[in-house]
C-alpha cells in the first residue's frame, strides 16, 4: 500500500471520529477501551505493517471524536448567562441584512465573543473599538428547523449581546449600548485588506444600480443577503445561490486570471502559480473566510502546488485533505456548518461522478462546453440533494437549465465587475463605462434566473426528510457507485496541468 494511501485512511479515521462524535454522545469509557486496545494490538503484532495502519487509524478516530468533544463542552458551558456587560468591544465582522446588521466583537478585556444585532446605521466595519453597555444570554434559536445557536457556537460567539434601548422624543426607540470610539484597531495587515475591500466595493455601489448591484457584490465578494427576499427565492427555486457563495468555480475562475496577469506581466509560469496562490490567499481572507472559499483555496492552492511542481495529484485525497484541515481547526463545521457540508459534497460528486459522464457522454458530444456543464451541474446534485431537501425542504428541478443558461458568462462578468472596482481607483469615469459593460450580463442573470423561477415545476417543497432517509440515500448512492467502479473500471480522475483547468468546479 502506498504512502499516499495510508495517509489518506489516517484522515479518513479523523474524519470519521468527528463525524461520529458530532451526532452522537460517546461514553468516556468507550474512549478508554478504544486506547488501550490500540496499544495492545499494536505492542503484540508491531511487525505487521497492517496492524499498524489500523493502530495509526483507530489513534486519529479517538483524536478527532475526543477534539469534537471538548468543543462541544466548551459551547455548554454559559456562566455569563443574564449577566451584564459593560466595557470595549473590537469588531471582528459587520454582516449586513434586510432588518439590521449583525456584529461579532470580541470584548477586550475578557475576549469574549459576541453577537450583537443593531440597525443598519451607523455602518461598523472590521477594526472598529466600540464602548458596549448591554446584557449576555444564550443565542435564541427562533427557527424549529435552524439551530442558529450552535451556528455561532462553532464560530466561538455562546452569547447574544442585547444592546440598551432608551426611548427617543418621539416614541421610537434608539440604540445608546454601542457607540464607536476608534476605528483601525484590529491586526494591521487585516485592516488593510478589508480597507482595499471596501473600497472595492464603494466602487462597485457608486456606479451599478440595484438589483444588478447586489449581485456584482455576491459573484465578486460572496454573499447574497443584500438582495431583496424575492431575488432569494428566485435564487434559491432554480438552485444558483453557488454563484454568490464563492464556490470552487469561483476561486477557479480568479486563479486562471491570476496566472493569465503573472504570464502577461513577465512571470515564469511557475512564479505565475506562486503569484495565483497568493491571490487566492489574500481573497479568501478579504471575503471573511467562509468555510466555502476555505476549502476552495485549500483545494485551489493544494493542486496549483501540485502543478507547479509538475506532480499529479488526486482529486480524492486533495478533497480528504482540506477537509481534515478545517475540521482540525474547527471540527464543529461538519454538523452545524451547512455550507462546509454542501461545499464538500459538491466537490466530491464532481470527483466520483464525472468520471462516469467522462466516458459515456462527454467525449462523444462536446457541443462547446455545455455537456461539461451539465455533467458537472448534475454530479454536484445528486450528491447535495438529500442535504438541500433535510436543511431547506425545498428542491430545484429547473438547476441545471439555469447552470447551462448562467455558468458560461459567470468568469466574464466577475471580470467586469472587478475592473469596474479598479478603474474606480485609478480613473473614476473608466469605471462608468465598464459599469455598463458589466450591467449587461448581471441584468441577463437577473432575469434568466427569474423567469425560470416562476415556472410551477422549477421546485417542489420537501416535507418530513429525516436524517434516516438521508443516510439511506447516501448508503444506496455509494453502492450504486461501487458497482459501477467494480464493473465497468470507471477510475476517478487526476488533476495535472493539462486538465486543471478543464474542470473549473472540482476545486
Not at 504570464?263 to 502559480?273: E, H, P, Q, T
Amino acid at each position: 500500500m502506498s504512502k499516499s494511501r495510508i495517509f489518506f485512511i489516517i484522515l479518513l479515521a479523523f474524519i470519521a471520529g468527528v463525524f461520529v462524535r458530532s451526532f452522537w454522545e460517546i461514553n468516556q469509557m468507550i474512549y478508554w477501551l478504544l486506547i488501550v486496545a490500540d496499544i495492545i494490538m499494536a505492542a503484540v503484532f508491531y511487525k505487521n505493517k497492517n496492524v499498524l495502519i489500523v493502530f495509526f487509524a483507530i489513534s486519529f478516530f479517538v483524536f478527532g471524536a475526543w477534539l469534537t468533544q471538548s468543543r462541544i463542552v466548551k459551547t455548554q458551558n454559559l456562566k455569563l448567562d443574564g449577566q451584564n456587560f459593560r466595557g470595549e468591544a473590537l469588531v471582528l465582522k459587520s454582516s449586513p441584512n434586510a432588518f439590521g446588521q449583525n456584529l461579532i466583537v470580541k470584548t477586550t478585556a475578557e475576549k469574549i465573543k459576541l453577537l450583537v444585532q443593531i440597525p443598519k446605521y451607523p455602518e461598523y466595519n472590521y477594526g472598529d473599538l466600540l464602548n458596549v453597555e448591554c446584557t449576555l444570554k444564550s443565542i435564541e434559536n427562533k427557527n424549529a428547523d435552524f439551530d442558529y445557536q450552535m451556528y455561532m457556537a462553532k464560530d466561538g460567539v455562546l452569547y447574544q449581546c442585547d444592546p440598551v434601548k432608551s426611548p427617543t422624543s418621539r416614541g421610537a426607540e434608539q440604540f445608546n449600548g454601542v457607540n464607536k470610539i476608534g476605528e483601525n484597531k484590529g491586526n494591521f495587515f487585516l485592516n488593510k485588506i478589508f480597507l482595499v475591500r471596501n473600497l472595492l466595493q464603494e466602487n462597485v455601489r457608486k456606479v451599478i444600480p440595484e438589483p444588478e448591484r447586489a449581485l456584482a457584490d455576491g459573484i465578486l465578494f460572496g454573499g447574497s443577503n443584500q438582495f431583496p427576499k424575492e431575488i432569494q427565492n428566485d435564487f434559491s427555486k432554480t438552485g444558483m445561490t453557488h454563484i454568490v457563495a464563492v464556490s470552487g468555480y469561483n476561486v477557479t475562475i480568479i486563479a486562471e486570471y491570476l496566472i493569465l496577469i503573472g504570464i502577461w506581466i513577465g512571470l515564469w509560469r511557475k512564479r505565475a502559480v506562486w503569484f495565483a496562490i497568493f491571490g487566492i490567499v489574500l481573497f479568501v481572507i478579504m471575503i471573511g473566510l467562509p468555510s466555502s472559499a476555505v476549502r476552495a483555496g485549500v483545494m485551489g492552492t493544494l493542486l496549483l502546488w501540485a502543478m507547479k511542481n509538475g506532480r499529479l495529484a488526486n482529486s480524492e485525497n486533495a478533497i480528504i485533505f482540506a477537509g481534515a484541515v478545517m475540521l482540525l481547526i474547527n471540527p464543529l463545521l461538519l454538523r452545524w456548518d451547512v455550507g462546509f457540508q454542501l461545499s464538500f459534497l459538491a466537490t466530491l460528486g464532481i470527483v466520483l461522478i464525472s468520471p462516469i459522464w467522462e466516458k459515456s457522454f462527454i467525449k462523444k458530444n462536446k457541443a462547446l462546453g455545455i455537456s461539461e456543464i451539465i455533467a458537472l451541474s448534475l454530479s454536484a446534485q445528486v450528491f447535495v440533494l438529500p442535504i438541500i431537501a433535510y436543511n431547506f425542504h425545498i428542491a430545484s428541478l429547473i438547476s441545471l437549465l439555469a447552470n447551462v443558461l448562467i455558468l458560461p458568462i459567470v468568469p466574464l462578468t466577475m471580470l467586469l465587475v472587478f475592473l469596474v472596482s479598479l478603474a474606480g481607483l485609478i480613473f473614476p469615469p473608466l469605471s462608468l463605462v465598464l459599469a455598463w459593460l458589466a450591467f449587461m450580463p448581471l441584468t441577463y442573470e437577473i432575469n434568466v434566473i427569474h423567469i425560470l423561477a416562476q415556472f410551477p415545476w422549477a421546485s417542489i417543497e420537501i416535507e418530513n426528510f429525516s436524517g434516516c432517509w438521508v443516510t439511506l440515500y447516501y448508503i444506496i448512492l455509494f453502492g450504486i457507485m461501487l458497482f459501477i467502479k467494480n464493473f465497468h473500471n470507471v477510475k476517478f480522475p487526476m488533476i495535472n496541468d493539462k486538465s486543471i483547468s478543464k474542470s473549473k468546479a472540482q476545486i
